[in-house]
């Protein structure tokens, strides 16, 4: 009984073992299959499990050839994981915070609210608190949109909502007028058939600051793979629409580990402004206490766009917590 129990526990180790190391080395051959992609976005996960299989496999595995295949195997994803995950969390330790003149300064904040979130009070004092002259939701869900106009329209005169699809009930608030531009796709309509909306507005130039682009949306999650793929072409078609400095915030569904997103960043020559600050989940949501570890949310800019980098807000109550930025827009003759 002893022996079947032994060989139980060992199998079930290997196997748990070479999940892991499959599934970081799967995720990072995801550059020459995009399918196989969809396994970058966890690949903390995959990290985390491959150490902890190379610190328990000595002790558990006595025999070869096993033992030495496990442990070889795990070395292997261990490697492919940190040569994904590692990068992120230097960019994000290395950033460097520009002069920026608080005077002329500007403040954009992306906040996934969280459907499931009643605590429309706390939500509002989230934002209040940050207080950001741009702000750009997600899951903004029709009681948000009632519950949260009364509290904010006084704060926040200037407006832009969508609804329709799953994905599509994304808004944005400013202190100041914008228009919408090409590149706009935004049905304020719950007939309306679209999964996703995309907001892309100009704000005018000012005495203090130039003309500048907002764009906001909010993608599917990474699976069906195809779906996002479809996203991401849609998105980019639409950056392409937009002239002069621009800013990109929302939730992507998509980490920074991702293939995917990399290929956006760099098919419409953005830069990101958020680097290893994990938005993913905010407490107390979940019911098991754990620290965010994902980062599903971004803010990138493109053009003569300079800003701080991004910093963390409270939840309100959402599983997500909001990241918002300061910023300035250059003249081009700066």
């Not at 299959?33 to 902890?52: C, T």
């Not at 496990?70 to 994981?81: H, K, M, Q, Y």
């Amino acid at each position: 009984m002893r022996k079947a129990f032994n060989s139980f526990v060992i199998f079930g180790f290997a196997a748990t073992a070479g999940f892991f190391a499959l599934a970081a080395i799967v995720g990072f051959l995801g550059f020459a299959l995009w399918p196989f992609d969809v396994f970058n976005h966890l690949q903390p996960i995959w990290l985390a499990g491959g150490i902890l299989c190379l610190l328990i496999a000595p002790f558990i595995l006595r025999r070869q050839p096993i033992r030495g295949f496990v442990i070889a195997l795990s070395a292997t994803g261990f490697l492919a994981s940190t040569s994904i995950v590692l990068p992120e969390y230097l960019a994000g330790v290395r950033q460097v915070t520009p002069d920026v003149d608080t005077d002329k300064s500007l403040r954009l904040m992306t906040f996934n609210i969280f459907a499931k979130n009643d605590d429309l009070n706390a939500l509002a004092l989230s934002v209040l608190e940050v207080d950001p002259d741009i702000v750009v939701f997600q899951e903004f869900w029709r009681w948000h949109r009632a519950g949260l106009e009364e509290r904010l329209t006084e704060t926040y005169p200037y407006t832009l909502h969508c609804q329709g699809g799953r994905r599509s009930f994304i808004a944005l608030y400013a202190k100041f007028p914008f228009a919408p531009q090409p590149g706009n796709d935004c049905m304020d309509s719950l007939a309306a058939n679209q999964r996703t909306s995309i907001i892309s507005v100009k704000f005018p130039a000012t005495e203090t600051h130039e003309s500048f682009n907002v764009v906001t949306t909010h993608f599917d999650w990474p699976i069906p793979i195809a779906r996002q793929r479809q996203q991401v072409d849609t998105f980019i078609t639409a950056l392409q629409q937009v002239e002069g400095p621009m800013l990109v915030a929302g939730d992507f569904n998509s980490t920074p580990y991702s293939y995917s997103l990399k290929g956006l960043i760099e098919r419409a020559s953005l830069r990101r402004i958020a680097k290893g600050i994990p938005t993913w989940p905010a407490p107390p949501t979940y019911p098991i206490p754990m620290p965010a570890w994902l980062q599903l949310d971004q803010l990138m800019s493109r053009g003569d766009v300079v800003a701080t980098p991004a910093r963390r807000g409270p939840s309100g109550g959402s599983d997500h917590f909001p990241l918002y930025t300061d910023f300035i827009v250059q003249s081009s003759n700066e």
